[in-house]
């Protein structure tokens, strides 16, 4: 039997305080632990960027930390995009451009775009399709997506 470690996650400005096994991931802790199931778990490898969350400001596969190396961390989630009602830019334009059919990248896709745009919001437009070239959609054939992800880093730039 494995002892448990007790950490704290600071998970979209609230504190959820866990006990977890050494080697329990930071995607298993956040859904299971504490509750916050927007975060899905695809591939568990690393690879389809379904479980992406923002620690500490950078993007995160949340499959591959552990959770006790995100204690004292920022953790947002999908959870914390919006303000309320108020949907965030980048979830208003995947509504508007259809960047999502079935739905199960989008949370990844999101926290990515969302983390890369608030890191450097003036990123070419090459280096932002580097970027969402890591995550994996099975539905929309990406344009949409990436339609999506242009109109919100306009929005997002012209609201600094």
Same mark, same amino acid.
Do not use: W, Y
């Given at each position: 039997? #494995?002892? *448990?470690?007790s950490?704290?996650? #600071?998970?979209?400005?609230?504190?959820h305080?866990?006990?977890?096994?050494?080697r329990?991931?930071l995607?298993? =802790?956040?859904? @299971?632990?504490? &509750? %916050?199931t &927007?975060t899905h778990i695809?591939? !568990?490898?690393?690879?389809? &960027?379904?479980? #992406?969350?923002i620690v500490?400001? !950078?993007p995160?596969r /949340?499959?591959? $930390?552990?959770?006790?190396q995100? @204690?004292? *961390? =920022?953790?947002?989630?999908? !959870? &914390?995009l =919006?303000?309320g009602d108020?949907?965030?830019?980048? %979830?208003q334009?995947?509504?508007?451009?259809?960047? +999502?059919?079935?739905?199960?990248? #989008?949370?990844?896709?999101l $926290? +990515? =775009?969302?983390?890369v745009? @608030?890191r !450097?919001p003036?990123i /070419?437009?090459d280096d932002?399709?580097?970027? +969402? /070239?890591s995550n994996?959609?099975?539905?929309?054939g990406y %344009?949409?997506?990436i *339609?999506?992800?242009?109109s919100?880093?306009? @929005? $997002?730039?012209a609201?600094?």
């Open positions: 039997m #494995t002892d *448990k470690t950490i704290t996650l #600071t998970i979209n400005g609230r504190d305080a866990i006990a977890v096994e050494p329990r991931t995607a298993d =802790a956040i859904r @299971e632990d504490c &509750g %916050q &927007g695809g591939c !568990e490898h690393g690879v389809c &960027g379904a479980c #992406t969350v500490d400001g !950078e995160v /949340s499959c591959l $930390m552990f959770a006790v995100a @204690e004292g *961390k =920022a953790i947002r989630t999908i !959870e &914390g =919006a303000d108020t949907l965030h830019p980048m %979830q334009a995947f509504m508007d451009h259809h960047g +999502l059919q079935c739905g199960f990248c #989008t949370p990844g896709f $926290m +990515l =775009a969302v983390g745009l @608030e !450097e003036d /070419s437009d932002l399709l580097d970027v +969402l /070239s994996l959609c099975r539905c929309t %344009q949409n997506i *339609k999506a992800v242009r919100a880093a306009a @929005e $997002m730039r609201a600094r």
